[in-house]
């Protein structure tokens, strides 16, 4: 079958979906096809709470309801090749499509670290399909040890909710000597470890796994302290590369990237096909050094600049590069970064100065339901512009990131945040008079001052 499209998109992730949604409203008359190799998929940063906070998988699925609505064909099938030259994609059920313009958001696919017996049944990357991740809870919630490898945001947060399941003994082991060491300085590192030790998970940093022993299925881990666990399931948390197999064959530059090059516009080095989300290579912000963060927030920023500017430059929206922005939860900690880390900020050599606060998340501090609150802001030492910061605290600080990724993208002063106005209430934010990022900015000007 053959079959013409003005725009064709190859993924279904929230990347495609965005992307197809933001091309309908920019170009309403055009005829737009997404065509994804899972019929069902998940909504990514959900996967781990499957586990137990969810009451049913399904819960967590992806849905197609904004395609529909859109009047957005979809099509369940594999793409196997792409023509750039005659301009269509050739499919696992031999079906061409021939296209206008081409997305691709072909997400990423886990890392698959080379441990002797990684082969093994029981040990589970993390894939974003629905009927897969069924029948991996199955097999976890029958277990009585389960180990997660990697202490970043997905091992984290795995470790984290599979504690709640009744009667599992949950390892975590990370090769570095610090949980979510890549993302904020120690002290809030410390915050998570806390946490996860309280709820009786297992912690073995600065270990790695050398072997995965056992017949067909893993039985056991071997450590490089040589010390050996006893295992029924493994879950592999340590993150994942961008599928760009694909665009390899096309003849698409991954530059000197992991992902495939884009410009600022998402545009390819071929003018007709765009690249967005966890395929796309990703830039710092401040250094424009390759910068491999995936994340479906970066993701959809990126989906609505392609899919707004397919056609013509309708938006002046373009990606100035990745701030490297996340939060996570830990069993009632939220913990956020934006930009640089004191520790990056140092090893990139930025001349820098440090302000913190600690205080309370409402005002007066005997509200119900009061959190402590920890904040730290990172600014260049000469000009004063904002480069990085973090927060941990309870939830009502889990907006407080995103007002600091915003600070950074648009470069304020540290003048800029000490004079900030904001809107404050006793029962959701710190009082007026010892507002965090105020305060926090205040420490570093005194700092200043003082040099």
Not at 253 to 263: A, F, L, P, Y
Not at 339 to 367: L, Q, W, Y
């Amino acid at each position: 079958m053959k079959e013409k499209v003005d725009v064709l998109i190859i993924g279904g992730g929230p990347a495609g979906i965005v992307c197809a949604v933001t091309a309908r409203k920019y170009y309403p008359d055009k005829k737009i096809l997404v065509i994804k190799s899972i019929e069902k998929g998940v909504i990514p940063c959900g996967i781990p709470y499957m586990f137990a906070s969810l009451k049913k998988p399904e819960e967590n699925a992806l849905s197609d309801v904004p395609l529909e609505k859109n009047n957005i064909k979809v099509v369940v099938d594999e793409v196997t090749g792409i023509n750039r030259n005659e301009k269509f994609i050739s499919t696992k059920s031999n079906n061409e499509y021939h296209y206008e313009k081409l997305i691709l958001a072909t997400g990423s696919l886990p890392i698959l670290p080379p441990i002797s017996g990684i082969d093994k049944k029981g040990i589970y990357p993390v894939y974003k399909d629905m009927e897969y991740l069924k029948r991996v809870i199955q097999d976890i919630k029958k277990a009585r040890n389960v180990l997660v490898v990697g202490g970043g945001f997905i091992g984290v947060e795995f470790a984290d909710e599979l504690s709640n399941i009744e009667g599992l003994n949950v390892y975590l082991v990370e090769m570095l000597p610090l949980l979510l060491a890549n993302s904020f300085d120690p002290e809030f590192s410390h915050l998570a470890e806390e946490k996860l030790r309280s709820k009786g998970v297992n912690l073995l940093v600065n270990s790695r796994v050398e072997e995965f022993i056992g017949r067909e299925k893993v039985e056991k881990v071997r450590l490089s302290n040589g010390e050996e666990l006893d295992i029924d399931y493994v879950i592999l948390g340590i993150g994942a590369v961008p599928n760009i197999a694909l665009a390899r064959t096309a003849g698409l530059d991954s530059g000197k990237g992991r992902g495939i090059w884009v410009d600022e516009y998402m545009r390819t080095i071929d003018p007709d096909i765009f690249a967005v989300g966890d395929c796309a290579g990703k830039r710092d912000f401040f250094t424009r050094k390759d910068a491999p963060i995936l994340l479906a927030s970066i993701a959809t920023a990126e989906a609505r600049i392609a899919g707004a500017n397919l056609y013509q430059l309708k938006v002046v929206r373009e990606n100035k590069g990745t701030i490297g922005i996340y939060s996570t939860y830990v069993d009632g900690l939220v913990l956020g970064t934006a930009g640089h880390t004191e520790n990056s900020a140092k090893r990139e050599g930025f001349e820098i100065i440090v302000g913190n606060f600690e205080g309370v998340d409402k005002h007066p501090s005997a509200m119900p339901g009061v959190s402590k609150i920890k904040v730290k802001l990172v600014f260049s030492k000469q000009s004063g512009i904002i480069l990085g910061g973090q927060v941990a605290g309870g939830m009502s600080v889990a907006e407080l990131i995103n007002a600091m990724g915003i600070a950074i993208q648009k470069r304020i002063s540290l003048t800029e945040l000490e004079t900030l106005q904001m809107a404050t209430h006793p029962y959701l934010t710190s009082a007026p008079t010892m507002y965090p990022l105020v305060l926090a900015a205040q420490d570093a000007a005194a700092k200043i001052q003082f040099l």
